[in-house]
Structures are given as C-alpha cells and as structure tokens.
C-alpha cells in the first residue's frame, strides 16, 4: 500500500484529488493540508511514502520548504504537482532530490504510474514536459494549450506580457495600467517565474509560440 500525504492550496483541487486517490488500489490517502505550515507540522507524524506536492503555496518559498521537509523527513519520496511546462522549475529545485513533476491536467492512469514508479525507488516525469523530449533551443519557451493559458496567467499577466512584447518599458506599463513600477515589476518577475524562461526574450518566444502577440 503507497501511502500518500497531498499537499495544495486549492481547495476543491485538493477534495478532488483525495478523493480520486482513495478510489485507486494500492493507494493509502494518510492526510492532506492546504498551506506549507500546515504540511511541516504534519509531516514529523506522519508515514509517508510519497509527498504530492503543489509547487507553490502561498506561504512559503518553494526552496526553504522543500529544505524543511527533507530536514524533517530526509527519506520522503517527494513529486510536484504543477500546471507549468517549463523545466526552470526542474532545474531549479533538482538539488532538494525530487523524485517526480507531474502536470495538475494529467490522467488517472499516469497518476498511478507515477506513483508506482516513486513509491519502487524510481523517478517520474511528466511525458509532456520530459527534459530529454524537449530540443535545446525551445527548453525555456514550452507551448502551453490555449485552453491552459488562461489557467496559468492571470488576465493582468496576459495583459503585461503582451506589452512587453511591443516592448514597452516598466515605467510604460505601469502609467498605461494604471499600476505602480514595483507592481509591473512584481508580475514581470511571475511571469518569467511561472513559464520557465530566463528573461524577457524568453518571454517574447513563449508568447509568439502561444499565438498571445496581436
């Protein structure tokens, strides 16, 4: 029996998601929680094999959590859960020993086989954003369906990156808006953060490949 402990700051995505687990043979629900203070204070408690893990919760930087958790529980099999296709995230959070990234859109049958594989001592990566599928040069600029787009990036966002792409300037958005700089800035940082890409450039590619320049 694989036990699992859920992790997710949407309420109904998480119910949905426990309850779709405790329907599967083999799977244990053992607890879930909303935020990252409430996972650290459940985990040292808690017999888990395998974390599902939201990579961003509001209250705690991806980093310093999963530093917490493998202090707490060095042993815990650990696989994000994400509606991202880029692999900055990857990469970035590599060191901490993930054993799993797995799109929130991904079927029942590939949930399993993840956890399958995690809980035996292997690794699992979605298909859809395996590293060694994608070509060097398109790495940070991943095409996200329409449909998902609108999921991921807020309307503001969408409205940003599209200026940025007439390149226009911080201070230019910002009086175009009606926002601060340090707002603007803010969602520029997101941007780059949540579709895996450097820079601005790589802002551009992701909005060319995804049909969002007018």
């Avoid at 879930?32 to 599902?52: F, K, M, Q």
């Avoid at 609108?150 to 966002?157: A, D, H």
């Amino acid at each position: 029996m694989i036990k699992v402990f859920v992790t997710d700051d949407h309420e109904l995505y998480l119910e949905g998601l426990c309850l779709l687990l405790k329907r599967q043979p083999g799977v244990e629900v053992v607890g879930s929680c909303l935020t990252a203070s409430a996972l650290l204070e459940e985990l040292p408690s808690r017999e888990i094999d395998v974390l599902l893990l939201d990579v961003h919760l509001p209250d705690m930087e991806e980093e310093e959590l999963l530093s917490r958790i493998r202090a707490l529980k060095p042993n815990v099999k650990v696989l994000y859960l994400t509606m991202m296709r880029g692999t900055r995230y990857i990469h970035k959070l590599a060191k901490f020993g993930l054993q799993g990234y797995l799109l929130k859109n991904t079927g029942v049958e590939e949930l399993n086989i993840a956890l399958q594989t995690i809980a035996a001592g292997g690794s699992y990566y979605s298909k859809e954003i395996n590293i060694s599928d994608v070509p060097q040069d398109y790495r940070n600029t991943i095409t996200i369906e329409d449909k998902l787009v609108n999921e991921i990036l807020s309307k503001r966002e969408i409205e940003i990156l599209k200026l940025i792409c007439k390149e226009f300037s911080n201070s230019e958005i910002a009086e175009k808006l009606f926002l601060s700089i340090s707002t603007v800035e803010t969602h520029r940082k997101n941007l780059i953060a949540k579709l895996g890409v450097n820079n601005t450039v790589g802002l551009v590619k992701f909005a060319i490949k995804n049909n969002l320049i007018e």
